[in-house]
């Protein structure tokens, strides 16, 4: 097998289908294309080009893909993984480049200080913490229950008056006056 190859794969084989199979055909699409040019039977789709594949939902994947296909062997078999060719595919490298990867962006991230610097920034820590205020704040007071607060309380809100609706029954009712 040979190492990472970058393609652009057509999808529009996928837009041949019922409208509500379309971004699962373009995964199927995506597979028979690795199979195909990669020569083997064993493909695995990566975490991001699946998100790209199904972000705009089931009706309406993307036209193309520009995809990576990197080969592996685990073990006998042999797996390609395809996935976004921007991604890093940090699930394929090993434990021991993980860690090596991690020291070397420590490294870099870790901002370089003199001594100068940092027995100014001890001084000037004690100015920074802020001083408490030197009278409490006031307490609110509960209110407590007068003779005026019981009356002041909000009168319940009166049903408004149906409107009579006559209806033939009560005009029979009513006898009529001569």
Do not use: C
Not at 4 to 22: E, F, G, H, Q, S
């Amino acid at each position: 097998m040979a190492e990472k190859r970058l393609y652009t794969i057509p999808l529009r084989d996928a837009w041949n289908v019922a409208i509500k199979k379309r971004s699962k055909r373009a995964m199927s699409v995506i597979r028979i294309f690795a199979e195909r040019h990669m020569k083997t039977d064993s493909v695995k789709i990566g975490a991001e080009l699946n998100h790209l594949i199904w972000s705009r939902g089931i009706k309406n994947p993307p036209r193309k893909v520009k995809v990576q296909m990197v080969p592996t062997k685990t073990d006998d078999a042999e797996v390609v993984w395809v996935d976004v060719a921007t991604s890093s595919m940090d699930y394929l490298k090993t434990d021991k480049e993980k860690k090596k990867d991690e020291k070397k962006s420590t490294v870099k991230d870790a901002p370089k200080t003199t001594a100068t610097e940092t027995k100014k920034e001890t001084k000037a820590e004690p100015k920074k913490t802020e001083a408490k205020p030197k009278t409490a704040p006031k307490k609110a007071e509960p209110k407590k229950a007068t003779a005026d607060t019981k009356t002041e309380a909000k009168p319940k809100a009166t049903p408004k008056p149906k409107a009579e609706v006559k209806t033939a029954e009560t005009k029979k009712a009513a006898p009529a006056k001569k």
